[in-house]
């Protein structure tokens, strides 16, 4: 399958990924997050919601002021509300999202309201943003517990109200991706309106509800940096740019070497670790601890890495541990600048993986030259 090479991707770190239970980003890290995103060529990045008033609004209007006369598009969140959308365009916005929903289980239980009640208003306030000049965003949430035909029905009235594009968001993440791109294919072949992949991922379908939402045609899509968000998290930006410039040829100028220091930063922000096995960012990326692995890599960096580690600036490693085999013992003792018997070393990888258990955790360089040491004066 191919993808239009004409998508856009928009972070959402600041906004649904500050959403994260626990996850509170001080208007200095949302300024400083705005930065390295921007740097990093992000040019769509939805900066958080306005209508939470007191320092949260001050620091939108700072991250407007930032980006002016720039070729970056903030956009600012905003509830079903007429006066949440006027605040947002006083404030500054000129790229607004509304944020309603389609299911009748949100209708019902959050809203209280009827489909044609949810139409009448999504188009009044469509209207009224386009008529300040706006770029208008608006969602289908809870598109994966929506009737589809309603779906379309609703996004046929708001793009004749004027809507740019319709957000659908799978908002609890129960899509798989093959039903994730059909809603986005049958809604697409029947109503002219650009489309934004918005895919939690509650079941770890967030990267791949996104590249089958895009394979399908939609325009844009949501990303946040670690995957931070709502419950299970959104899609994670690293993943989702290599899978795309990878696997699809898409390359959407983003600077795949500021990934890790993006993730690190938000980590940082965030109180939360990466994990080392996170893909594309993680420590153990371009780890390699058993004896096949590492002979392999050792040989040649592609036997077992899918990527070249410098394209996002991450750090080949050859671990030392219970798995470690005669060449990884030969390149951390050659890497100390320490000789060694060829005969010892299966004494010594023996000691290695003892110590390994015992230790629960790896060895570094400078103990497997102790060991081997230990085992000369031992004359083992």
């Known amino acids: 399958m191919t993808i239009n090479h004409n998508i856009i991707l928009e972070d959402t770190t600041l906004r649904d990924g500050e959403q994260a239970p626990g996850i509170a980003f001080t208007g200095e890290e949302k300024l400083a997050i705005l930065d390295a995103l921007i740097s990093s ?3 769509w990045i939805e900066a958080g919601i306005n209508a939470m008033g007191g320092s949260e609004s001050r620091t939108l209007r700072m991250m407007l002021e930032r980006v002016e006369d720039s070729d970056i598009h903030l956009i600012g969140w905003n509830r079903g509300v007429k006066e949440d959308i006027a605040a947002s365009l006083d404030l500054g ?29 999504a188009c009044q306030l469509v209207d009224y943003a386009k008529q300040r000049g706006a770029f208008v965003s608006i969602s289908a949430e809870d598109v994966g517990r929506s009737e589809l035909d309603f779906v379309i029905e609703y996004a046929a009235a708001v793009k004749e109200a004027g809507a740019d594009r319709l957000r659908l968001s799978d ?9 994730y791109g059909y809603i986005i294919e049958q809604l697409i072949q029947k109503v002219s309106i650009d489309t934004q992949c918005h895919a939690h991922n509650d079941f770890g379908y967030g990267v791949a509800n996104t590249i089958a939402g895009l394979c399908a045609g939609a325009r844009y899509f949501h990303t ?5 968000g709502e419950r299970a998290g959104m899609p994670d930006m690293a993943q989702t740019v290599m899978t795309l410039l990878i696997h699809y040829g898409v390359d959407l100028g983003i600077n795949t070497t500021h990934l890790k220091t993006l993730a690190q930063q938000i980590a940082n922000a965030a109180g939360v670790k990466i994990y080392p096995w996170q893909p594309i960012t993680g420590s153990n990326v371009f780890a390699h601890e058993s004896g096949i692995h590492a002979n392999g890599t050792l040989k040649n960096g592609s036997t077992f890495e899918p990527i070249d580690p410098e394209m996002v600036n991450g750090e080949r490693r050859i671990v030392i541990g219970k798995h470690s085999g005669k060449a990884s013992l030969k390149y951390a003792l050659g890497y100390q600048g320490h000789s060694w018997d060829e005969e010892k ?3 010594l990888l023996a000691l290695v ?28």
């Open 41 to 43: 060529g992000v040019k």
């Open 93 to 121: 916005f000129n790229h607004i999202h509304i944020g309603l929903p389609t299911s009748s289980i949100h209708l019902d239980n959050s809203l209280a309201k009827s489909r044609s009640w949810l139409v009448n208003q």
């Open 171 to 179: 908002t609890v993440g129960i899509l798989t991706p093959q039903q």
């Open 224 to 228: 946040t940096i670690n995957g931070i």
């Open 345 to 347: 070393l299966g004494d």
């Open 353 to 380: 993986r003892e110590v390994a258990i015992l230790k629960k955790g790896d060895l570094s360089y400078q103990a497997v030259c102790l060991l081997y040491d230990s085992l000369v004066q031992r004359g083992v």
